[in-house]
């Protein structure tokens, strides 16, 4: 079992940066491909960055590619999403989750099985 803890989140004007924090119990986080989501009010949920189970390949939206960065610390048991240039469409629910069954992260938040409660980031523009 794997518990995920999001922190970070807030107000943040745009072309703000935020930097979104995750971190995992267990000792088997080194092992799971991550990824962080996204739902917007009337939205379905969307796949916003992954990054692979040591962290040598990670995976962007089309809507943050140069502007959000993902990176893991497994040392640490956490994983990290570096938002800059922040739009007023960047406004959502940001989750993360553990793939437990893969090393290399998807689109599809199906694959993933433990999920974080949330955090809220608002375009206070």
């Known amino acids: 079992q794997v518990q995920l803890v999001e922190s970070g989140g807030g107000l943040v004007q745009a072309g703000g940066s935020l930097r979104l924090s995750c971190a995992a119990s267990?000792?088997?986080?080194?092992?799971?491909?991550m990824g962080w989501f996204r739902q917007a009010p009337g939205k379905e949920r969307e796949f916003v960055v992954g990054?692979?189970?040591?962290?040598?390949?990670?995976w962007y939206a089309d809507s943050v590619k140069g502007r959000f960065t993902i990176s893991r610390d497994n040392a640490k048991n956490t994983v990290y999403m570096q938002m800059n240039s922040l739009r007023p469409e960047d406004t959502a629910i940001y989750s993360c989750?553990?793939?437990?069954?893969?090393?290399?992260?998807?689109?599809?938040?199906?694959?993933?099985?433990?999920w974080g409660q949330g955090t809220q980031i608002t375009d206070s523009t």
């Open positions: 989750a553990a793939n437990g069954r893969a090393r290399y992260a998807c689109t599809n938040p199906n694959e993933y099985d433990y």
């Open positions: 267990g000792r088997t986080f080194s092992s799971y491909a």
């Open positions: 990054i692979s189970w040591n962290g040598t390949r990670t």
